[in-house]
């Protein structure tokens, strides 16, 4: 019998996206088996993420106009993706007919400004979680979350058990432990600090300042554009 052909995956590659928002789940679902896997940005030019080195693109929005697994990340740059109509209009073309639409941090919000997660429940970085309800979606405080096919990942490390999580549904749970046996990820942190409900008052109040600095007036920015584009592209 004739091989199947890949199963393609597109990552939306933006400049100051946070990298592990966009490797980590690259990583995990390159191990998917017969797949073809594209950093899709708007040309084919380097681009600077927000950990201070470029990625290459392996292809521009014009070269890829369908896949079967879109994957947006989030990052620094998030704020200006949902301000860029070009992009919102290549993440809804390449969304309409893909078999899953997902996300990884607040990448869960580009896909909310392209409407396409409009009575959707939805994960998101804590901290910006509650604005995903700007958009008509519903925000769920958890690692993971599926609606139908519409799957995203909570902050940055969120993105690695969204991708096993995918995995799992594609693959099989089988395979799933496999790629995550291959990957030894085994997560013992050497301190209980990684989410709003358990780090202290003082880690979390300079999370907030070091936002202020590099992403200042953020939410007044979101909330703008949810008001500006006021859902209009076409519920998904």
Request: aromatic share 8%; glycine share 6%; proline share 6%.
């Amino acid at each position: 019998m004739p091989e199947t052909a890949p199963l393609h995956i597109a990552f939306l590659l933006y400049p100051d996206v946070t990298q592990l928002d966009l490797t980590g789940p690259a990583q995990v679902l390159s191990r998917l088996g017969n797949v073809r896997l594209d950093l899709v940005a708007k040309t084919r030019e380097p681009v600077q993420t927000d950990a201070q080195f470029t990625l290459l693109p392996t292809a521009s929005f014009a070269e890829v106009r369908r896949t079967d697994i879109l994957c947006v990340p989030g990052g620094f740059g998030t704020v200006a993706v949902m301000e860029d109509a070009e992009t919102l209009a290549w993440v809804r073309q390449v969304a309409d007919t893909a078999q899953w639409v997902t996300s990884v941090c607040t990448g869960s919000l580009i896909l909310a400004a392209a409407g396409l997660l409009t009575g959707y429940r939805a994960a998101c970085h804590w901290a910006s979680r509650e604005q995903l309800t700007w958009f008509g979606a519903e925000p769920v405080a958890e690692r993971v979350v599926f609606d139908r096919n519409r799957v995203s990942g909570g902050g940055v490390t969120a993105g690695i058990d969204f991708a096993l999580a995918l995995t799992a549904a594609i693959r099989g749970e089988a395979h799933a432990k496999f790629v995550q046996l291959s990957l030894e990820y085994d997560p013992a942190p050497p301190f209980d600090s990684g989410s709003p409900e358990r780090a202290d008052a003082a880690t979390i109040a300079r999370y907030r300042a070091m936002v202020d600095k590099f992403a200042p007036g953020r939410a007044d920015k979101v909330r703008a554009i949810a008001e500006r584009l006021a859902h209009a592209a076409p519920p998904r």
